[in-house]
């Protein structure tokens, strides 16, 4: 819920502003037909459980929204108005009279009921006695999220803070149908409440997904007039292109540089705003359903040995690896706020607080310096005694590629071949990095905000990456530091921008010099758009298929 930090005046000015010159610019848009397009499919549609923004993509068609993001900013499509008390530490939200598409209302009830249910160490430290709701310390009925009537709900922070976005882009969710549904919430179209744009009407897992439009949804009658949408799920770059240049579908989310190469003049760049890297289960722990159980302590040991990372990060050339992998979609990092504005609008926060911790170029003989230590320290002779270490990442070219390049680097500077990819389908992936049922795993990490806290924030103590926690687990931290977090935390309530940014920099250097995780490329990517399909808009900080005004010609 962090965006660049504004005001509240401002910011609701500009939303105000933005949605009447839009409304203004494009009126009430025809009906155009039907959409086909490739993405990702989603992980789970259950709005409880979804942790990952691949199932953003379907919440943003299918449900309405207090605010909706939409290219670069928000606008109010269910908030009628927020009122703010003298101390910004009380917003009171008033909602527009809309319904599911079973004709029951949405409800100020509904969006607290989401609130409640998506807090997190890391969104709980927001609100009045968040923290302590989190930890079992106190009841719902002590939460400063709360429901004053149909219409109207409140929401009251712990202090008044730097980063507090009160432009909510929460979806209403009725607790009744919850709580009806169960464990099924969201498994088929029947086990979904519809209120937004468009109705998902079916589900053929691994293969397709198709909507059509909701005529009940509140901005029905002038936005998102495309009647019908198939949405294709492929990883394969070359059926994807085939599909395209057939005529059959008219938008690819991401494509790759072959595709690019060939079709030149239908792809865009997205700068991207996800950071990808090396991250290491030291635990040795995993969750198997009920409970957390032990890895394979040898494989452990190696990864908790903090020369093993150092020597794995240290052999890798990013600034040659990347560019060869991605093409010139995607930049090298050797650091976590790589693309953040700095404490001015015109520099970078990687410039204003330089690191050196990780060399973008590596350093083959400290490489093998480091990995001489981890050996001395773990008892092993050479690098042939090692365990077999599993690299799980994403079944698709481009993650496949990257993970056998970077293991034939460990082989050529280090000797290593100990460490075997496991390819998995993208939602089984993410599972077994939410269960923590890896070794390595090369993560992905999106923001919606341009601040260096945004990123830093997924790795304190019970934050969304550093920890998991499942059907009432204990948490287990792959990376715990008190400094960290009172550092991440302490900035949310530093309104001075330098010294903010000052205290983020130090935090971000404590993460840097663990090697829990070890940035290795801040992400682009093309996007593919044939000439029927006019008005789209992909915005790299925000997650959706913003066809809001888009046509299609049939």
């Not at 037909?33 to 993509?57: C, H, K, R, W």
């Amino acid at each position: 819920m962090m965006k660049r930090v504004l005001s509240l005046v401002m910011a609701l000015a500009m939303i105000f502003t933005a949605a009447a010159a839009m409304a203004e610019s494009t009126g009430t848009v025809e009906g155009s037909g039907s959409l086909t397009f490739v993405s990702t499919e989603p992980n789970t549609l259950n709005m409880i459980q979804s942790a990952s923004n691949l199932d953003a993509d379907v919440f943003y068609l299918t449900s309405a929204m207090l605010y909706r993001p939409y290219n670069g900013s928000s606008y109010p499509e269910l908030a009628e108005s927020c009122v703010v008390n003298e101390t910004n530490t009380v917003y009171t939200y008033t909602i527009k009279d809309a319904v599911y598409t079973d004709g029951s209302k949405i409800t100020a009830a509904d969006f607290v009921y989401y609130l409640i249910n998506k807090l997190d160490a890391t969104s709980a430290v927001y609100y009045k006695n968040g923290v302590k709701y989190v930890n079992g310390e106190c009841t719902v009925a002590d939460l400063g999220i709360y429901a004053v009537d149909e219409k109207t709900f409140v929401v009251e922070l712990e202090a008044a803070t730097a980063d507090f976005d009160p432009q909510l882009e929460i979806y209403p969710l009725n607790q009744a149908f919850v709580e009806a549904k169960g464990d099924a919430l969201g498994g088929t179209p029947a086990d979904m409440m519809y209120s937004g744009p468009y109705v998902l009407t079916e589900w053929v897992y691994g293969s397709y997904l198709t909507f059509t439009k909701n005529p009940t949804y509140i901005n029905a009658a002038d936005s998102f007039q495309i009647k019908d949408l198939k949405m294709i799920h492929s990883v394969d770059e070359s059926g994807r292109y085939a599909m395209f240049a057939a005529g059959e579908v008219d938008l690819m989310v991401t494509v790759g540089e072959s595709t690019v190469e060939q079709i030149p003049d239908k792809c865009h760049y997205n700068p991207g705003s996800a950071i990808q890297g090396l991250e290491f289960n030291t635990k040795g722990m995993y969750f198997d359903g009920s409970t957390f159980a032990p890895r394979d302590p040898a494989v452990t040991a190696v990864l908790a040995n903090k020369n093993f990372r150092m020597a794995l990060s240290y052999a890798i050339n990013r600034d040659l690896i990347v560019p060869v992998v991605n093409g010139s979609g995607t930049a090298s990092t050797r650091v976590i706020n790589a693309d953040v504005v700095g404490n001015t609008a015109d520099s970078k926060f990687v410039d204003d607080y330089p690191s050196t911790v990780i060399p973008g170029a590596g350093d083959e003989a400290l490489a093998k310096e480091y990995m001489e230590k981890a050996l001395a320290e773990l008892g092993y002779k050479s690098v042939s005694e090692l365990p077999t270490i599993k690299y799980l990442t994403f079944d698709s070219n481009m993650y496949r590629l990257t993970a056998e390049v970077l293991q034939s680097e460990w082989k050529r500077v280090l000797g290593l071949e100990c460490i075997q990819i496991e390819l998995k389908p993208v939602s089984d992936a993410v599972m077994s990095m939410v269960f923590m049922d890896y070794d390595i795993y090369y993560q992905s990490l999106t923001s919606t905000a341009d601040a260096p806290r945004s990123f830093l924030e997924f790795w304190i103590t019970g934050g969304s990456v550093s920890d998991v926690m499942q059907a009432g687990a204990p948490f287990s931290s792959i990376y715990s530091d008190p400094k960290f977090d009172e550092l991440v935390k302490n900035a949310m309530y530093e309104f001075d921008p330098v010294k903010r940014n000052a205290m983020m920099a130090e935090a971000e250097q404590l993460l840097l010099e663990s090697y829990i995780f070890v940035p290795i490329q801040w992400n682009g990517n093309y996007y593919a758009v044939s000439d029927r399909l006019q008005g789209y808009v992909q915005n790299e900080s925000q997650d959706g298929i913003m066809i809001n005004y888009a046509t299609v010609t049939e």
